[in-house]
């Protein structure tokens, strides 16, 4: 990944490439008063049990293009079922300059863990800690694997410019013997198979709209109940700063990038639309002006999520034997992105072969609409652009099982739009974008006479200001980020009240550039960020924490807020175990 001038002027477009970012620190434990990377982010809740630790790489260089491989072997001691199973990653990058970079952990040719790094700055040597619950993957870790951790870094000289930046990391996976009885356990994935664009685990790089991920099955198994994908797809190169995006003629006039603010990833099996993945605006932490993220990055910057597209209603014909392909696109991908995905499967343990068919499927390609106008205001001229994507559809599928035959329904309603208003003349350049993506999403699941609904709401709220304006010295150049992810989880049985779970994840930042009449630039101000991170579930887990920096120190943090007694997010999380009971799979829900 390269640092990108984003929405500059082309005069201007050095001026990012001279500032890098830095900081960092256990997300769990942020210090007031320091400069390191400080998340709000709650760790992966344990339960009270002694894990046994596989050690995946310890203390790996991170200096060239090279993919740096390791041999995984389950461990002897803490044989499965696991009640939890947690990844956990520390990263750090040397004092220096270097840019962020996109980190991969591949196991079985599966990934495991995607995100990118923090940059460091010439008085600051970051170091960060991600986790991830693996638990939906212990199938993949019950079995020796080769695996590889991909994070590509130059470090040398490139023109008069050194990039000594050196980054380093260390990978374990914690396994929690189980809790109780197997009652008390969730259900969880019995088969991960990987789509990926090799053997061992690598992304496609999809550069076009036609341009696909697709991976062939040719012998599933003939008894999955439930079919899940968990897709991560990355903005890479000139489509990074995809939510920027104008129409293609305007693009030049705007010095931005081309085929509009709208990116969706489209999900195939055998051809057949079977679902969508929503992609979150991440930004990185050289995005736009790097001050903005020290010490705090934006939301998931670290540790991407991945959205997982429900293919239940495609279980029947997936039971049949013959070969399945499963493919990912991006609508109007514009080069390019890093895609890869995860298939998850539920079998029937008590039938060695299924059948059902699709019995109803209303998908459709999205067909935005897209509007722009320009006048002309003194030297200066506006531009209004916008974007909007609305659609609902509906996949259904019947399935015969060996406890009945059971008919899933998932309908959603998908909501997107992207405003953007212009003011440029020879000396201002004025962009605010504002972006709403929003998911409304009923998985409805009959089986004689129980019916278990889970609904799910998802929102990703964006704003992007941007404003460079004369002043007597030069310039400044002033960028104010609006980032949010949130999520809502409803699990019941129809007739019975549902038990919901929340979370918000949010990150407002803003920084001032200060440039002299060449557009170099002389210094910043006004730096200053928070990020609230708030979890609540219906049995009393509650999480709430907010950090607040300025000047790229750590000012403040306040736990607790809403949740009475203070932060109570220690396993278990009854609401996982409910979800599952109920609607016969674990649900989606961070943390």
Request: net charge negative; with cysteine; charged share 15%.
């Amino acid at each position: 990944m390269s640092l990108h001038r984003l929405l500059l002027p082309a005069r201007l477009a050095a001026v990012a490439a001279l500032v890098f970012a830095g900081s960092a620190a256990a997300q769990s434990d942020p210090v007031i008063g320091s400069r390191n990377v400080a998340t709000a982010d709650p760790v992966v809740g344990s339960p009270p049990s002694t894990p046994c630790t596989v050690t995946l790489f310890q203390d790996q260089v991170f200096a060239d293009f090279d993919a740096k491989p390791f041999e995984y072997s389950p461990p002897a001691d803490c044989p499965g079922p696991w009640q939890k199973v947690v990844l956990s990653a520390d990263f750090s990058v040397s004092m220096g300059r270097q840019f962020d970079r996109t980190a991969q952990i591949w196991l079985g040719g599966a990934v495991i863990y995607f995100g990118t790094t923090q940059e460091p700055s010439s008085l600051n040597a970051p170091s960060w800690h991600v986790e991830r619950d693996l638990t939906d993957y212990s199938p993949l870790l019950t079995s020796a694997h080769d695996g590889h951790v991909r994070l590509d870094n130059f470090v040398g000289d490139y023109g008069t410019t050194t990039y000594d930046g050196v980054i380093q990391g260390s990978a374990t996976v914690s396994f929690y013997p189980a809790v109780g009885t197997l009652a008390d356990h969730p259900h969880r994935p019995d088969v991960i198979l990987p789509l990926s664009a090799s053997a061992d685990g690598s992304v496609a790089n999809l550069n076009l709209p036609e341009d696909q991920l697709a991976v062939t099955f040719d012998s599933l198994p003939t008894n999955i109940e439930h079919a899940f994908l968990d897709v991560f797809a990355q903005s890479q190169g000139g489509d990074e700063f995809w939510y920027s995006c104008v129409t293609d003629e305007l693009a030049d006039t705007l010095f931005d990038c081309g085929g509009t603010g709208f990116r969706e990833a489209e999900i195939y099996v055998d051809g057949q639309a079977a679902g969508v993945a929503p992609i979150f605006p991440w930004v990185y932490t050289g995005g736009i002006d790097p001050y903005l993220w020290r010490p705090i990055p934006g939301v998931q910057t670290l540790a991407f999520e991945p959205y997982r597209v429900d293919l239940t209603p495609f279980a029947g014909v997936l039971d049949d034997g013959s070969p399945h392909t499963v493919a990912i696109s991006i609508f109007n991908a514009h080069g390019y992105w890093a895609t890869t995905a995860n298939l998850l499967l539920y079998l029937d343990p008590g039938a060695a072969q299924l059948t059902g068919a699709v019995t109803s499927n209303t998908l459709a390609a999205p067909a935005p609409q897209v509007e722009q106008d320009s006048a002309v205001s003194g030297d200066a001229t506006n531009y209004d652009f916008s974007v909007v994507a609305n659609r609902q559809f509906t996949i259904a599928g019947t399935l015969h099982t060996s406890h009945g035959t059971v008919t899933t329904q998932v309908a959603q309603t998908l909501g997107f739009s992207n405003v953007q208003q212009f003011t440029v003349s020879d000396s201002v350049y004025h962009q605010k974008v504002v972006q709403a993506t929003t998911v409304d999403s009923t998985t409805t699941t009959s089986n004689g006479s129980t019916t278990a609904i889970v609904h799910e709401q998802r929102s990703y709220p964006f704003t992007l200001d941007y404003d460079q304006e004369p002043v007597d010295t030069g310039y400044t150049l002033a960028t104010h980020i609006d980032q949010e992810f949130k999520q809502s989880v409803s699990v019941g049985n129809q007739g019975f009240a549902a038990r919901t779970a929340t979370l918000d994840n949010h990150v407002v930042t803003g920084d001032v550039f200060d440039l002299d009449p060449n557009g170099i630039l002389t210094g910043h101000h006004g730096q200053g960020a928070t990020q609230t991170f708030q979890y609540q579930a219906p049995f009393g887990a509650c999480y709430s924490r907010q950090i607040t920096a300025e000047s790229g120190v750590l000012t403040q943090v306040t736990d607790g807020a809403g949740c009475g007694a203070g932060n109570r997010l220690s396993w278990p999380d009854l609401f996982e175990n409910y979800a599952s009971s109920v609607a016969g799979y674990t649900v989606q829900l961070l943390p």
